[in-house]
């Protein structure tokens, strides 16, 4: 307790100035930093450059996320969702997905119309309707995308540097 009255105002003060240049909320990047001192376990022995540290490092996490991740409902060329023309490339993109999926060798197609499912069974629920075992869910998704990727580059040439077909 003598630890978070001691540092608590200096990671405030640290997350404050490095959540800004991170795009993250300040109170967001003081928690990450809490919980990894908590999962850490004994304090260290420099408490203050510790936190320093941790602070960096959770807002260079926190920068890489961003960079990586796509928020729902921001789909690239997407302006408005109400256009015509992006419902309709939706829905063709949707039904080649679709296709590709049914052409998929054995068990893929219903492993992934049930992973894709609106119902958003977990993997328990899912073994137990294909009747296999949760454990081997992970593998075979595996395999079932990387056959799924594979075919898909087969049909659709992917643009290569400055905007060239390979």
């Given at each position: 307790?003598?630890?978070?009255?001691?540092?608590?105002?200096?990671?405030?003060?640290?997350?404050?100035?490095?959540?800004?240049?991170a795009g993250v909320d300040a109170a967001d990047l003081e928690q990450a930093v809490w919980v990894r001192l908590l999962e850490r376990g004994p304090a260290p022995a420099e408490p203050a450059r510790w936190?320093?540290?941790?602070?960096?490092?959770?807002?260079?996490?926190?920068?890489?996320?961003?960079?990586?991740?796509?928020?729902?409902?921001?789909r690239p060329g997407s302006a408005g969702a109400a256009e015509p023309e992006v419902a309709l490339l939706h829905g063709e993109e949707n039904r080649a997905l679709r296709s590709a999926v049914a052409r998929?060798?054995?068990?893929?197609?219903?492993?992934?119309?049930?992973?894709?499912?609106p119902r958003d069974l977990t993997y328990r629920e899912i073994a137990g309707e294909l009747g296999i075992s949760q454990g081997s869910l992970g593998p075979v998704r595996s395999r079932c995308l990387g056959c799924l990727r594979r075919m898909l580059a087969a049909e659709v040439a992917a643009p290569g540097p400055r905007g060239r077909e390979r």
């Amino acid at each position: 307790m003598d630890l978070l009255k001691q540092l608590g105002p200096l990671l405030s003060a640290e997350a404050a100035a490095e959540a800004p240049a991170a795009g993250v909320d300040a109170a967001d990047l003081e928690q990450a930093v809490w919980v990894r001192l908590l999962e850490r376990g004994p304090a260290p022995a420099e408490p203050a450059r510790w936190l320093r540290r941790a602070v960096r490092a959770e807002a260079r996490l926190a920068r890489r996320r961003a960079r990586r991740e796509i928020p729902y409902g921001c789909r690239p060329g997407s302006a408005g969702a109400a256009e015509p023309e992006v419902a309709l490339l939706h829905g063709e993109e949707n039904r080649a997905l679709r296709s590709a999926v049914a052409r998929l060798p054995g068990r893929c197609p219903e492993l992934l119309r049930a992973l894709l499912s609106p119902r958003d069974l977990t993997y328990r629920e899912i073994a137990g309707e294909l009747g296999i075992s949760q454990g081997s869910l992970g593998p075979v998704r595996s395999r079932c995308l990387g056959c799924l990727r594979r075919m898909l580059a087969a049909e659709v040439a992917a643009p290569g540097p400055r905007g060239r077909e390979r």
